[in-house]
């Protein structure tokens, strides 16, 4: 015989439903930006690896984002990995109506001339192959052409709408698996 389930009912999949569940999802954070006149970026848990062969990611974008419009042209992006120790250029990148580039960002043009953010855990700078509308957001598929990565560190993650980061992994050092 089993314990009697205590848990609420089922209720509609709405978005406030959705938004609410999702938030129990940890996700990495990275920030993407892409070239144009001016640069855009922004912060994005969306992304995922999604084939290895041929090496395809993917992240997503809201359609009415400030962003979009240069998203939507570019041939090229590069996605930053941020560290636990990134939370204030997470923010950065999140906040609309700013310039995200000005000081106190540190960064360059890169290859491509997509803006490459200083001190992030790696980056990928990857050539856009595909933009799937899908209702309010766009998800955009682009296969990585150059990584770069530390190999120290640990990811910011979001959880319950608050960055946070992993148990027992202090910044800068690296964890192996064990054997």
């Given at each position: 015989?089993?314990?009697?389930?205590?848990?609420?009912?089922?209720?509609?999949?709405?978005?406030?439903?959705?938004?609410?569940?999702?938030?129990?999802?940890?996700?990495?954070?990275v920030?993407?930006?892409?070239?144009?006149?001016p640069?855009?970026?922004?912060?994005?848990?969306?992304?995922?690896?999604?084939?290895?062969?041929?090496?395809?990611?993917?992240?997503?974008?809201?359609?009415?984002?400030?962003?979009?419009?240069?998203?939507?042209?570019?041939?090229?992006?590069?996605?930053?990995?941020?560290?636990?120790?990134?939370?204030?250029?997470?923010?950065?990148?999140?906040?609309?109506?700013?310039?995200?580039?000005?000081?106190?960002?540190?960064?360059?043009?890169?290859?491509?001339?997509?803006?490459?953010?200083?001190?992030?855990?790696?980056?990928?700078?990857?050539?856009?192959?595909?933009?799937?509308?899908?209702?309010?957001?766009?998800?955009?598929?682009?296969?990585?052409?150059?990584?770069?990565?530390?190999?120290?560190?640990?990811?910011?993650?979001?959880?319950?709408?608050?960055?946070?980061?992993?148990?027992?992994?202090?910044?800068?050092?690296?964890?192996?698996?064990?054997?």
């Amino acid at each position: 015989m089993t314990e009697p389930d205590h848990r609420p009912p089922p209720v509609d999949a709405d978005a406030d439903a959705l938004r609410a569940l999702l938030r129990h999802q940890a996700s990495t954070v990275v920030v993407v930006t892409a070239p144009g006149t001016p640069a855009v970026g922004f912060t994005a848990t969306s992304f995922t690896s999604v084939s290895l062969a041929p090496p395809i990611v993917s992240f997503c974008l809201d359609l009415g984002a400030s962003s979009w419009p240069t998203v939507a042209r570019t041939r090229h992006v590069a996605v930053h990995l941020l560290g636990h120790h990134q939370q204030e250029l997470a923010r950065t990148f999140a906040t609309s109506g700013i310039d995200r580039f000005a000081a106190p960002t540190r960064w360059q043009a890169g290859p491509e001339g997509a803006p490459i953010l200083d001190d992030t855990l790696a980056w990928l700078l990857c050539r856009v192959v595909e933009r799937v509308t899908v209702g309010d957001h766009a998800i955009v598929l682009a296969e990585p052409e150059l990584i770069q990565h530390a190999d120290v560190g640990t990811p910011l993650l979001y959880h319950r709408g608050r960055y946070a980061g992993l148990a027992g992994a202090p910044d800068g050092v690296p964890r192996r698996p064990a054997a």
